[in-house]
């Protein structure tokens, strides 16, 4: 069950803290406090899921966990400094751990990130029922030259309770967007009238008491409201409970008027027989739980056609073994005759009735092998159909091809009742989605395409009314606007990037240039500036060729710079320093990026439904007009068969 737990805290050096020690302890990563030259580590088995958010306008280094907490030691010189500010949250355990991470990335980066501080935050999952985050925020107002004043607004009270209420909002939205039921409130039980009685102090002796077994009366007086309060809260849940059920009931009720608002006297005949079909209300729930049985239903059935074909199988299978069996045993028996019908007092005859006896025997050596071969064959079959001779077996199979024609003759009974109903169903469907369909058209009467659209665009449409626009249809051109808006910024953005690693491989290979422009320029400058050097190319060929091929090369090499955008090293160091700084707005250019993606997907569905409704709207306009232009040449070719007769 989702609980609500918010709970904030200053970390204080007044009270012998240390924002390097907490920081590590959190994150479960060795840092170094370099106020005191300690080495912080903390061992955790669970390694914590760690992430720091910070303001567009932060310098690079504020992502260096170690860094940041020690350049907050720095920014502060009192001995009671407030260093940093916790937020301890509990997290939905109906949430997946990406799904966690989601919600408290969203939810930090609009209520601390967006309003100037840096957010250091840690899931810890060591207690798989207890998923929590950290949530480490600065105290002061960050530029790009570091940490600058403290910002007192974030000390009001009131701004904790904002903070406390948008934590519930933003844990809600996640849920209902999973599907998942459950729900937090940052009210306290008084707030929400539950109306529990405190429990009173136990005191050290009896504290001491109740600890060994030893009833006491404060003790008695504790669990008398311990089991008031219980009742408190199941009171509490079951009026939730009640007023859920209640505006589920409101709400299906609001759709049933909808549907017969929106629909066509066609379409309502067709929600009727679904509600027979149900014995409830034709709703999309209902439907698709009937969907659901069917489903099962259907499966069992198949289920039956392969019991009967696998019961068909076997025992055709030992049918073939005995018969086997018996042909086996008629050889036994014409070989044994064969061997009784010897006239062994013909003594002429010894030789050929010693032969027919051995192929006999033979015969009946192979015949018995057959046999048992065949006999152990039956045992599988013997266990599966449950007999242990021919007589049984016999029985077993009469009764199964005495019941198998029906047997089939129900399944395939069944599944044209189980056709006819998905039938039903799937009519009901399409008419609950027509009207859903004209109803969110309706909001929308300037733009006939919508009547048009697909029933999964019509669900886009109202949860992005629901998002932005506060229940209220949010036009369309708005939408759009906003998508192209979005779609080029992001390609701005990543314009942005590409450039960055364009010239990053620009100037690395500058640098080869470069530095093979410098090599080269050593040798020829060996040469110009050592008058030995000079006078020895006259009388070397070797020295000669080392300054010609030094030459060249220089030159190439500094032809190839010059294509790179470089004139030499102060140029390249200038450059490399303006490169860095553009580097540096890479992680912000990406976190645009993401801001600007993050709903994008939802908005861009909606259009791309919007053309295809329109599209499919002009598709139907000309079949109308093939159809109105055709019925026309009919009607010509019978006024023209009427004149001539």
Do not use: C
Request: aromatic fraction near 6%; avoid cysteine; glycine fraction near 4%.
């Amino acid at each position: 069950m989702a609980i609500y737990h918010f709970s904030a805290q200053v970390i204080s050096r007044g009270k012998g803290q240390s924002a390097v020690a907490s920081a590590s302890y959190r994150s479960g990563e060795r840092l170094t406090d370099e106020r005191t030259g300690e080495m912080k580590y903390y061992v955790r088995e669970v390694q914590p899921d760690t992430m720091i958010l910070a303001p567009a306008n932060s310098p690079e280094w504020v992502q260096d966990r170690n860094r940041l907490w020690n350049e907050v030691e720095k920014s502060e010189t009192r001995v009671n400094s407030r260093l940093a500010r916790e937020i301890n949250i509990a997290l939905p355990r109906e949430l997946s751990n990406d799904q966690q991470k989601e919600l408290i990335r969203d939810y930090v980066q609009k209520e601390f990130v967006d309003k100037g501080m840096i957010a250091d935050v840690a899931i810890h999952r060591d207690d798989k029922e207890n998923p929590h985050a950290h949530v480490m925020l600065t105290t002061r107002e960050i530029t790009a030259d570091g940490f600058g004043p403290k910002n007192r607004d974030w000390n009001k009270k009131e701004l904790l309770e904002q903070w406390r209420e948008e934590w519930a909002n933003h844990a809600n939205k996640a849920l209902e967007k999973e599907g998942i039921q459950e729900r937090i409130s940052h009210l306290s039980h008084e707030a929400r009238g539950l109306e529990q009685l405190p429990t009173v102090h136990l005191g050290h002796v009896a504290h001491e008491m109740e600890k060994r077994g030893v009833r006491t009366e404060k003790g008695d007086i504790n669990r008398d409201r311990q089991e008031y309060n219980a009742l408190v809260v199941d009171l509490q849940k079951y009026r939730e409970e009640k007023q859920a059920l209640e505006q589920e009931k409101a709400r299906q009720q609001e759709q049933k008027q909808n549907a017969e608002k929106f629909s066509t006297a066609a379409e309502r005949v067709d929600l009727q027989n679904a509600s027979k079909v149900l014995k409830a209300e034709s709703s999309l729930p209902n439907i698709k739980n009937r969907y659901d049985q069917l489903d099962k239903w259907d499966e069992r059935l198949n289920k039956n056609d392969s019991y009967i074909r696998w019961k068909d199988e076997t025992l055709r299978g030992a049918s073939d073994h005995f018969r086997w069996i018996h042909s086996f045993e008629k050889q036994v028996q014409e070989a044994e005759r064969r061997i009784e019908n010897i006239n062994w007092l013909n003594p002429l005859k010894l030789k050929e009735n010693r032969i027919t006896k051995d192929r006999a025997e033979q015969e009946i050596s192979k015949a018995k092998t057959e046999i048992k071969f065949h006999d152990e064959k039956l045992n599988y079959h013997r266990e599966k159909l449950g007999f242990s001779n021919e007589k049984e077996f016999n029985q077993v199979k009469t009764q199964h091809e005495s019941e198998r024609s029906g047997l089939l003759e129900k399944n395939r009974n069944t599944r044209q009742y189980i056709r006819s109903e998905r039938d039903v169903l799937q009519k009901a469907e399409i008419a609950h989605k027509n009207a859903f369909v004209r109803q969110v058209a309706s909001l929308y009467p300037e733009r006939s395409e919508m009547r048009h659209m697909s029933f999964k665009t019509a669900l886009n449409i109202v949860d992005v009314n629901s998002k932005y626009g506060k229940g209220k249809a949010v036009p369309i051109e708005s939408i759009e606007k906003t998508v192209n808006n979005r779609k080029s910024e992001i390609q701005r953005l990543q314009g942005e990037i590409s450039r960055v690693d364009q010239t990053k491989g620009r100037l690395q290979r500058a640098e080869r240039y470069l530095k093979d422009f410098e090599k080269h320029q050593a040798i020829v400058e060996k040469y110009e500036n050592n008058p030995f050097l000079k006078g020895k190319m006259l009388v070397s060929k070797s020295a000669k060729r080392e300054y010609d091929s030094a030459v060249t090369a220089r030159d190439s090499y500094k032809n190839y710079m010059q294509k790179e955008g470089i004139t030499g090293r102060a140029d390249f160091e200038k450059q490399i320093e303006s490169f860095g700084k553009m580097e540096a707005k890479v992680p912000e250019y990406q976190g645009q990026i993401q801001s600007q993606e993050k709903g994008l997907g939802l908005l861009d569905a909606v259009m791309k439904g919007i053309e295809q409704a329109s599209r499919e709207m002009t598709r139907q306009q000309q079949r109308q007009q093939q159809k109105v232009q055709g019925k026309g040449k009919s009607k010509q070719k019978y006024q023209g068969m009427d004149r001539e007769m």
